[in-house]
């Protein structure tokens, strides 16, 4: 069997250079990783990933919790984390989790992870649990939050600024000359929606814009059930202008709501929501929308984390803010043809 001593011969290093490269535990010369890694792989070396766990008090594996598996901002947000891992070599893996945004689920898939003993946890957390994860953090597991914050727990947090962001969507309607906005809200406890909510009304309000309490509609999280939720905005009389939606699911509902009823978006009804994925410039019309940096949450949420892990980072936590980009397109009513300059319609 090949050891450590034989690649440290082949590579004419000693075996607590090989041992630096392979653990990244200290800086070393990029000529000397290089033949240190072509030793490692002429020689087929595969290091003793248990022995190594017992001596750093390690196991190489991370626990990834997101809210819902099924939603392409999630996809993107484990293709960061996961990214980060591989650039930290063979020392890292991945045991992903989905909570269903359910607090029960989520407790359990904690203590599931637990009983693993995992190196730390990267979380886009669903509410309450924070009385158990503020235990963990006083144990000094490493955990991250990313996409969401959670009040009263003391973790490192990675998340977009969805209140300026969503403000910025409002103003951007308001612009237009949209004056009966709806409102079509995910039903989650999520920080990220709360805050997305805070800043549409923030916007309507700094316009003198009042929110028709009948323009206000909540529904679960998913397609169908935010089609239903827009077939109700569909029905009020009288209808919105223009509709707001907090999250993906509730977008694309809400233009299949329309789609059911033969209605013209924008023409009939302008849509707005948020994340850009393919399927944003599939759909016709095109839809405006803001662009979150997923994959970047998830990449800094994970290099938190393995910073804490390796104790490359101590100290005070760190609450991390990521830009968003606002993407307009058709939905909104911006390219719409008007005989004279405005969209402006009565209050």
Not at 46 to 60: E, F, H, K, M
Not at 293 to 303: D, F, K, M, S, V
Request: proline share 4%; aromatic share 4%; with cysteine.
């Amino acid at each position: 069997m090949v050891t450590i001593k034989d690649v440290a011969l082949k590579a004419g290093v000693s075996t607590a250079t090989v041992s630096h490269v392979i653990n990244e535990s200290r800086a070393v010369s990029i000529e000397t990783k290089k033949k240190v890694r072509q030793a490692i792989m002429a020689l087929r070396y595969r290091p003793d990933g248990i022995a190594r766990s017992l001596r750093v008090n390690q196991t190489g594996t991370i626990a990834v919790l997101i809210a819902d598996v099924t939603n392409p901002f999630f996809a993107d947000f484990v293709r960061g984390v996961e990214d980060t891992a591989h650039r930290r070599g063979e020392r890292y893996n991945l045991l992903l989790c989905n909570t269903e945004e359910n607090a029960e689920r989520e407790r359990r898939a904690i203590e599931l992870v637990l009983e693993r003993r995992i190196d730390g946890i990267v979380m886009a957390p669903a509410g309450g649990n924070e009385t158990l994860l503020e235990e963990l953090v006083e144990s000094g597991l490493p955990l991250v939050f990313g996409d969401r914050r959670l009040k009263g727990v003391a973790a490192d947090t990675v998340v977009a600024n969805n209140f300026e962001a969503a403000a910025g969507l409002a103003r951007h309607l308001i612009s237009l000359g949209h004056r009966r906005i709806g409102l079509l809200d995910a039903d989650l406890s999520a920080s990220a929606i709360h805050d997305r909510v805070a800043g549409f009304r923030s916007a309507m309000a700094e316009a003198g814009l009042t929110l028709d309490p009948a323009h206000v509609v909540t529904s679960a999280s998913n397609i169908p059930a935010a089609t239903a939720a827009g077939s109700v905005l569909l029905a009020a009389s009288p209808r919105p202008e223009a509709v707001f939606c907090t999250n993906n699911f509730m977008t694309l509902g809400m233009v299949q709501a329309l789609q059911e009823q033969g209605l013209d978006c924008p023409k009939d009804m302008a849509v707005v929501g948020f994340d850009d994925f393919p399927w944003a410039t599939a759909f016709r019309p095109r839809l405006t929308v803001v662009a979150q940096p997923a994959y970047e949450i998830g990449r800094e949420a994970a290099t938190l984390l393995f910073d804490r892990i390796s104790g490359r980072r101590t100290g005070p936590t760190v609450q991390m803010v990521l830009d968003t980009t606002l993407v307009v397109r058709d939905s909104c009513g911006a390219n719409m043809k008007q005989p004279s300059g405005s969209l402006s319609s009565p209050a």
